[in-house]
């Protein structure tokens, strides 16, 4: 069954904004990592944003620091990528990922549940 599923992506113009949501299905996931990544055509998935399982602490990759925020709501079992300033290399499928433990990992093997994807597309 499916675990994590994503929601809000689309197509935007270039510097527009977009918020991607991931809610979590069939068990709590508040004591879990949680992170966001993201694969264009003909690259390989690569890490974008995580944050630790109680919200304190986020991590973003150097291509998108300054312009993506990651958040949790533990209540709602959900998280959020807030996506401001978009370029069209920001154009791929966005990932949102679970991991059992607490810790923020940027290695894609260290998660243990993935949702289908969401495409985001940035038109210039």
């Known amino acids: 069954q499916v675990q994590l599923v994503e929601s809000g992506g689309g197509l935007v113009q270039a510097g527009g904004s977009l918020k991607l949501s991931c809610a979590a299905i069939g068990r709590t996931f508040s004591s879990y990592a949680m992170g966001w990544f993201r694969q264009a055509p003909g690259k390989e998935r690569e890490f974008a944003a995580g944050i630790r399982w109680n919200g304190g602490t986020t991590n973003y990759a150097d291509s998108v620091k300054g312009r993506f925020t990651i958040s949790r709501d533990n209540g709602k079992n959900t998280v959020y990528l807030q996506m401001n300033s978009l370029k069209p290399e920001d154009t791929a499928v966005y990932y949102c990922?679970?991991?059992?433990?607490?810790?923020?990992?940027?290695?894609?093997?260290?998660?243990?549940?993935w949702g289908q994807g969401t495409q985001v597309t940035v038109s210039s």
């Open positions: 990922a679970a991991a059992r433990h607490p810790y923020i990992d940027s290695d894609a093997r260290a998660y243990d549940y």
